[in-house]
């Protein structure tokens, strides 16, 4: 959202209406203003876009590799990868881990329903990616079942963009590489946006003693998508 559309003296002055962004970013500023310390003031929020990520690898499976399996196998391990979750925790667990009633409850809004717990440790651990390191999606990918090997081994990055005519479009606007003829390591990603695995259009060819095997078609990756790559839900904890 440009900064433009945003009171950066706070939100008296939006209209919570305007568009469903602005809404949100209202619904941002009574929760913090709400809850903050007397003289504590925050910076203006922003709200992070999407940068849809393509992969394309060769991979050598093992003998006894199920290449769908192995697809679905890359894809969910990436994902976990690139864009990782908070863990709730109930209340139980949290005690197992050695924190007191006064430690899980410090700073938990009063709310009907709720995801869990969260433990700060983790927070403090959680920090948004800005740069993907090719190495670590090297290992990432070796490191599924099935996979022998990984070569040529490159991401794309995809941006929605408005054109002149007022169409929105995704639009190229990064790239990394670690094949044969080229090497660029690191992928930055465009700023305010974070990383989404563009599942349906990764390529990812697949070999068995150098032999390749035939591509996973349009349709049956859309079944895999579907069936092995549904998004994490939290479980409500009353």
Same mark, same amino acid.
């Given at each position: 959202?440009?900064?433009?559309?945003?009171?950066?003296?706070?939100?008296?002055? /939006?209209?919570?209406?305007?568009? &469903?962004?602005?809404?949100? @970013?209202? !619904?941002?500023?009574?929760?913090?203003?709400?809850?903050?310390?007397?003289?504590?003031?925050?910076?203006?929020?922003?709200?992070?876009?999407?940068?849809? /990520?393509?992969?394309? *690898?060769?991979?050598?499976?093992? &003998?006894?590799?199920?290449?769908? $399996? /192995?697809?679905?196998?890359?894809?969910?391990?990436?994902?976990?990868?690139? #864009?990782? $979750?908070?863990?709730?925790?109930?209340?139980?667990?949290?005690?197992?881990? +050695?924190? =007191?009633?006064?430690?899980?409850?410090?700073?938990?809004? @009063? %709310?009907?329903?709720?995801? +869990?717990?969260?433990? #700060?440790? %983790?927070?403090?651990?959680?920090?948004?990616?800005?740069?993907?390191?090719?190495?670590?999606?090297?290992?990432?990918?070796?490191? #599924?079942?099935?996979?022998?090997?990984?070569?040529?081994?490159?991401?794309? +990055?995809?941006?929605?963009?408005?054109?002149?005519?007022?169409?929105?479009?995704?639009? $190229?606007?990064?790239?990394?590489? *670690?094949?044969?003829?080229?090497?660029?390591?690191?992928?930055?990603? #465009?700023?305010?946006?974070? &990383?989404?695995?563009?599942?349906?259009? =990764?390529? @990812?060819?697949?070999?068995?003693?150098?032999?390749?095997?035939?591509?996973?078609?349009?349709?049956?990756?859309?079944?895999?998508?579907?069936?092995?790559?549904?998004?994490? !839900? $939290?479980?409500?904890?009353?």
């Amino acid at each position: 959202i440009p900064s433009a559309c945003i009171n950066k003296e706070g939100a008296d002055n /939006v209209t919570p209406f305007a568009s &469903p962004e602005i809404y949100l @970013l209202h !619904q941002v500023w009574e929760a913090l203003h709400a809850h903050r310390n007397l003289c504590e003031d925050f910076l203006q929020p922003v709200l992070l876009e999407q940068e849809q /990520v393509r992969i394309c *690898a060769e991979i050598e499976l093992l &003998p006894e590799a199920d290449p769908e $399996k /192995v697809w679905s196998g890359i894809m969910a391990r990436v994902r976990s990868f690139l #864009t990782p $979750k908070i863990r709730y925790y109930t209340l139980k667990e949290l005690l197992d881990k +050695g924190r =007191s009633i006064e430690e899980i409850f410090e700073g938990r809004p @009063l %709310d009907p329903s709720s995801a +869990g717990f969260v433990d #700060t440790d %983790d927070l403090d651990k959680f920090q948004r990616p800005r740069v993907i390191r090719l190495s670590d999606l090297f290992r990432v990918i070796a490191e #599924t079942a099935g996979v022998a090997a990984v070569q040529n081994l490159s991401i794309e +990055g995809y941006i929605q963009c408005c054109t002149d005519e007022g169409v929105f479009e995704w639009r $190229k606007v990064n790239f990394a590489s *670690a094949g044969v003829s080229s090497a660029i390591w690191e992928f930055k990603l #465009t700023e305010n946006h974070v &990383p989404r695995v563009d599942f349906y259009n =990764s390529c @990812l060819k697949f070999y068995k003693n150098r032999i390749a095997l035939p591509e996973l078609g349009s349709a049956r990756r859309l079944e895999l998508i579907r069936r092995d790559l549904k998004p994490v !839900q $939290k479980a409500l904890f009353p």
